[in-house]
């Protein structure tokens, strides 16, 4: 015979029983913040399905969680504060050896005389630091590495092997003066460390007529990047300068990166990057270069990054024209890039 439950003790189990259907256990804080950036990621990846195909992939689209023109705009500032005397050689002496900057190639090498790490990221180089090579129509106009060159097919380019983007969305939308039937659309793309010399300067003889700064975001440009972010070089903020070479069409391309955001030119101070305030993807200013454009000579310095990044050069070639450098080397400015085969190339730097 079973013992008889009071009507007390049935609602006691019964509590009981309902509690512990209920109980709430605790998760780790980085599991929830996983799920938030995991529902903010969907979101933004059905948005940028909406804007660009292209651009849809899971890597831009988590960057561009990270608010990165705001943390480079900070990362900006902070290297602008100025470095007590004392601390500056054990502090600007750290990143000389962790990035291989190499002081004895710049016009001022005392590291005491740098006041922030600013002016050490744009710190100018001797004279006597580097060769233009005058026997070669195209040198590089930076210090750094070739990620890639190739020939522009079918309106795109190789940002790396094999990972691809759409020169009209790098270039902005109305350049059509890029078509060219007897001769072929080059470009190189060549990028600066942080330990690299940050100016670039004038990759040829050429007159250029027209400016564009074009807005957009500002990831990482570093051949890791490069590798697993299709379009990369059409999505970031970006100052381009084009115009005419003896071939026909030239242009040069600064592009912003993490950290960087601030691109500069010579002759024209007015220029703002990394703006604070909202902006449009792909949106663009454009100003002509004066009555007849700006002659630039090979050399000639047009401008600085305030941390290392890249450029590229997009112009038409005739169809003997070949590179002298490969992906993956190093090159320094002044340095021979191409040549057609009529000219007499002398020796590689």
């Not at 060769?131 to 129509?137: G, T, V």
């Not at 470009?187 to 807005?215: E, R």
């Not at 070479?245 to 030239?250: D, I, M, N, R, V």
Request: hydrophobic share 40%; with cysteine; aromatic share 12%.
């Amino acid at each position: 015979m079973l013992p008889s439950i009071s009507l007390a003790q049935r609602r006691y189990y019964a509590a009981g029983s309902l509690s512990a259907g209920w109980r709430w256990f605790g998760i780790p804080t980085s599991l929830g913040v996983a799920c938030i950036a995991l529902v903010k990621l969907q979101r933004t990846l059905r948005e940028s399905a909406k804007e660009d195909k292209e651009s849809n992939t899971w890597q831009l689209s988590l960057f561009r969680q990270l608010s990165t023109r705001a943390l480079s705009r900070t990362w900006g500032a902070l290297t602008r504060q100025e470095i007590p005397t004392w601390l500056r050689r054990p502090l600007l002496g750290f990143y000389v050896w962790a990035f291989g900057c190499k002081m004895e190639e710049a016009e001022e090498p005392d590291l005491v005389a740098y006041s922030s790490l600013t002016e050490l990221f744009t710190r100018k180089l001797k004279t006597t630091a580097r060769l233009i090579a005058k026997e070669c129509q195209l040198v590089s106009p930076v210090d750094g590495t070739v990620l890639h060159i190739g020939q522009v097919t079918n309106g795109t380019l190789e940002q790396v092997k094999g990972v691809t983007f759409s020169l009209a969305k790098f270039l902005g939308e109305d350049i059509t003066s890029t078509e060219a039937n007897d001769k072929d659309l080059q470009y190189i793309i060549l990028y600066l460390s942080p330990g690299d010399y940050h100016h670039f300067h004038s990759p040829a003889d050429w007159n250029t007529q027209v400016q564009k700064h074009i807005y957009g975001e500002l990831l990482p440009v570093a051949p890791w990047a490069a590798r697993t972010m299709p379009a990369l070089f059409a999505v970031n903020e970006r100052v381009l300068i084009s115009g005419t070479w003896e071939y026909g069409f030239f242009s040069m391309v600064a592009v912003g990166a993490f950290n960087v955001g601030s691109i500069s030119l010579e002759h024209d101070k007015e220029l703002e990057t990394n703006v604070k305030g909202a902006y449009e993807m792909g949106r663009w200013s454009k100003k002509a270069l004066g009555l007849g454009g700006l002659t630039f000579r090979k050399g000639d310095h047009i401008g600085h990054f305030s941390l290392g990044s890249t450029v590229v050069l997009v112009f038409h070639a005739p169809k003997n024209f070949s590179f002298l450098v490969t992906p993956g080397q190093t090159v320094k400015y002044g340095q021979s890039l191409g040549h057609t085969s009529q000219q007499k190339v002398g020796v590689k730097f």
